[in-house]
């Protein structure tokens, strides 16, 4: 339960203001049919997490407890920081003619994912928990949680929250991660 909640919990913060979240206001301007973009995003995220939590899983396997605990906790660290850095939207033009708007919104959504940090934040949190099916689980609803309000309310969102405090507290999770699974601090390893 406990790599569903953190799972779940550090990529709903992480996903605010990230460019997927921005990708998904643009493809509710421009298509204006929330249930096929909801369903598209749900899709995207489901597969490019199950493979990011794939290789994490993987990457266990490959390394002793010691070294998967410094990189798990300079990997957090990092993510900390990078939490810290906007983003900003790549030119991601879905086609909405060719795959349709659900189709338009799988292809759009899984390759601006690609590299993203919430998919960094799903290897390693898959490295860091066995359970790889709650990581997914969690990291995918996480995303959800940010990403349909911003289907359904769009503009009214980031007027109601500062995207500045939304990342700060994230990179403050990001941090206590990065430095209790250094220390080796409870379950983390």
């Known amino acids: ?41 749900l899709v995207a995220t489901a597969l490019n997490h199950a493979g990011a939590g794939a290789v994490g899983s993987w990457i266990t396997e490959l390394v002793g407890q010691d070294v998967l605990r410094w990189i798990l906790g300079v990997s957090f660290i990092a993510m900390a920081v990078w939490t810290l850095i906007p983003d900003e939207l790549d030119e991601v033009e879905a086609k909405h003619s060719r795959f349709g708007v659900f189709g338009a919104t799988v292809l759009a959504f899984f390759l601006a994912e690609m590299g993203d940090k919430t998919q960094v934040a799903t290897i390693a949190l898959a490295a860091k928990y066995s359970s790889l099916f709650a990581v997914v689980a969690g990291t995918t609803l996480g995303m959800m949680i940010a990403n349909v309000p911003a289907v359904l309310l769009g503009d009214k969102i980031t007027k109601m929250v500062s995207l500045k405090v939304v990342h700060a507290i994230a990179a403050v999770i990001f941090a206590v991660l990065g430095v209790l699974t250094l220390l080796n601090v409870g379950s983390l390893l």
């Open 1 to 41: 339960m406990e790599a569903f909640l953190v799972s779940t919990g550090i990529v709903a913060l992480a996903e605010m203001g990230d460019k997927t979240q921005l990708l998904s206001l643009l493809l509710a301007a421009k298509f204006r049919r929330p249930v096929p973009i909801i369903l598209g995003i």
